[in-house]
């Protein structure tokens, strides 16, 4: 079946400039996160959806950050007034949810963002 | 908090030479434990995962096992294939709340050449 999907897949902004990122999980999954990786590091935590309760916001950076989901389905994840360290891979991530198995995370293939 | 950390790269072996990779964790409660492996121009991948102390993951010729004395899910291979070429990275999970977020080493590069 279809995986998790992201678009764009590049995007090039100028500095200031808000941002929209888009995620498509897997059907049928009630958990979202995203995740940022900047160059040469690991995945850093972001927020995390699961079905209609509150996100847990914890890992955004700052308030210029801000994820909403529809559902249990779309995400989209925007930046406002984007800066220059903003520039990184963005990955979303699906799991089905509580149960077993439930925290195996399935991740789309990244929006790469890069900040001039 | 919870942190993994990750045996640095870059390691570069040849072609049917044996892999590990270590990784060892710190972790309140009781993590489950993944690798997940990055191929040149594609997303992450789970490779293998452990969910309690003595499990053993394994996938494609990869082993890993929990061991909770040593806090380590180190990963290895009996002999490695060009195509193992990837960056790998060791992640845990443990429930915070209602979140189950994975915490990432810093991912490791593996170069196999022929």
């Known amino acids: 079946g279809a995986g998790v999907s992201q678009s764009p897949s590049n995007k090039v902004t100028e500095k200031g400039k808000d941002v929209e990122l888009r995620c498509d999980p897997i059907s049928g999954h009630t958990a979202l996160y995203w995740y940022r990786q900047r160059l040469g590091q690991g995945l850093e935590f972001l927020i995390y959806?699961?079905?209609?309760?509150?996100?847990?916001k914890s890992g955004l950076p700052s308030d210029r950050f801000s994820a909403e989901r529809t559902g249990e389905s779309v995400s989209t994840l925007t930046i406002q007034r984007t800066q220059q360290e903003d520039s990184a891979v963005y990955l979303c991530?699906?799991?089905?949810?509580?149960?077993?198995?439930?925290?195996?995370?399935?991740f789309g293939p990244g929006t790469r963002l890069t900040v001039l | 908090g919870d942190s993994v950390t990750q045996m640095e790269g870059p390691v570069t072996l040849s072609e049917e030479a044996f892999l590990t990779i270590n990784c060892t964790y710190t972790?309140?409660?009781?993590?489950?434990l993944f690798w997940y492996v990055q191929y040149p121009g594609e997303g992450l991948q789970l490779l293998l995962k452990?969910?309690?102390?003595?499990d053993k993951g394994s996938n494609k010729g990869f082993e890993a096992t929990y061991r909770k004395e040593t806090t380590s899910f180190h990963l290895e291979k009996g002999s490695v294939q060009v195509s193992d070429s990837a960056v790998y990275f060791c992640a845990l999970s443990v429930s915070s709340g209602s979140a189950r977020q994975l915490t990432f080493g810093s991912g490791t590069q593996l170069t196999v050449l022929p």
């Open positions: 452990a969910t309690k102390a003595d």
């Open positions: 959806f699961q079905g209609n309760s509150a996100p847990d």
């Open positions: 991530a699906s799991s089905p949810g509580p149960g077993v198995g439930g925290d195996t995370q399935y």
């Open positions: 972790a309140t409660g009781y993590p489950s």
